[in-house]
C-alpha cells in the first residue's frame, strides 16, 4: 500500500499521512481493503490529504487487495517464494500490481530489505542518488557492503533516498559532517 501511495507524484509526508489514514480506518490487510468501498479508501486518502489522485488510487488500491487475496492469498511471502527470493524476479512481479511501476517495486524493495534478508542489501539510483549528494561515493558496490553493514539497512536507504530528493537535507547533511 505505501509503494502505491508513494509512487504517486506527491510528497512523500503526504501518502505517509494517507497510509496512516488507510491503517487508522482499518484497512491493515488485503482483505480488509478489498473489503472497504471505493468512497471509504476516497475519504481516507482525503483525510491523509491524498487528493490530487485519490480517486484513481481509491480503485489502484482495492485491486491490488484483490489481487494480492486471490493470486498470493493475501499474503505477499509467496510472491517472494515464487521468485526464489530475487530482487529482480520479487520486482517483476510486483510490476504486475495496479499502481506499481519500477519506482514502486524499489520503494518496496528497499523498504523490505531488513524484514526479507534475501532483498539485502539493497541498492538502486535513489540510494546512488543520495548518497551522491552528501559526498559519499556512489558506486553500488560501496553502497552494498555500507548497507551490509548496517544495524537498519532500510533506514539507512531512506535516509539516503530523502537527501536526493532534498537539496535542504543534502546541505544540511554536507553541512553536519564537517563539524
Avoid at 527470493?85 to 511501476?101: K, N, S, V, W, Y
Wanted: glycine letters at 10%.
Amino acid at each position: 500500500m505505501l509503494a502505491t501511495l508513494l509512487s504517486a507524484r506527491i510528497s512523500a509526508g503526504v501518502a505517509v499521512a494517507a497510509a496512516r489514514e488507510l491503517f487508522g480506518a482499518g484497512y491493515r490487510s488485503p482483505a480488509a481493503m478489498a473489503r472497504a468501498s471505493w468512497q471509504d479508501r476516497v475519504d481516507a486518502l482525503g483525510r491523509g490529504r491524498y487528493r490530487r489522485y485519490d480517486e484513481r488510487t481509491a480503485t489502484m488500491l482495492g485491486d491490488a487487495a484483490a489481487q494480492l487475496s486471490e493470486r498470493w492469498h493475501g499474503d505477499l511471502r509467496r510472491l517472494r517464494e515464487a521468485a526464489d527470493g530475487e530482487p529482480h524476479r520479487i520486482a517483476d512481479l510486483l510490476t504486475g500490481f495496479p499502481g506499481i511501476g519500477p519506482a514502486g517495486a524499489s520503494i518496496f524493495l528497499r523498504e523490505v530489505q531488513e524484514t526479507w534478508p534475501s532483498v539485502g542489501p539493497y541498492v538502486d539510483s535513489r540510494v546512488t542518488a543520495g548518497a551522491r549528494s552528501v559526498g559519499l561515493p556512489s558506486d553500488r558496490e560501496y553502497l552494498t557492503g555500507l548497507l551490509a553493514e548496517a544495524r537498519h539497512p532500510a533506514s539507512l536507504a531512506a535516509a539516503l533516498v530523502r537527501v536526493s530528493l532534498s537539496r535542504r537535507l543534502a546541505a544540511e547533511a554536507t553541512a553536519g559532517a564537517g563539524s
